[in-house]
């Protein structure tokens, strides 16, 4: 069984950084792509982010690239979401995912395991 544990919300300033982290256990990590997603009240869940299992290929939002950068350390099993001039529009709960398939990094039905979410709050 696969566990995700994010870590690193909070609230924070426009223009502050923060740097998430999403720990997996129970299985190999270097076989999952990891994404990160978002969910805002009212809103349905969004794709923020994505890394495929090598770490060489990275996917992002227009809404976030050039901000957020996604990374992973298949040693340590974890993957970040480091989050730079944050905007009071990226408060979310921000939920990390495993693919294990092979598949598109995009949509949230691609993913077979999710964390329960860690709040990211921006005030204006």
């Known amino acids: 069984q696969v566990q995700l544990v994010e870590s690193g919300g909070g609230l924070v300033q426009a223009g502050d950084s923060l740097r998430l982290s999403c720990a997996l256990s129970?299985?190999?990590?270097?076989?999952?792509?990891m994404g990160w997603f978002r969910q805002a009240p009212g809103k349905e869940r969004e794709f923020v982010a994505a890394v495929r299992w090598s770490g060489a290929s990275t996917y992002y939002a227009d809404s976030v690239k050039g901000r957020f950068t996604i990374s992973r350390d298949n040693a340590k099993k974890t993957v970040y979401l480091q989050m730079n001039s944050l905007k009071p529009e990226d408060t979310a709960a921000y939920y990390c995912a495993a693919q294990y398939r092979v598949a598109s990094v995009y949509p949230a039905s691609g993913y077979d395991y999710w964390g329960q979410g860690t709040q990211v709050t921006v005030s204006s």
């Open positions: 129970g299985r190999t990590f270097s076989n999952y792509a």
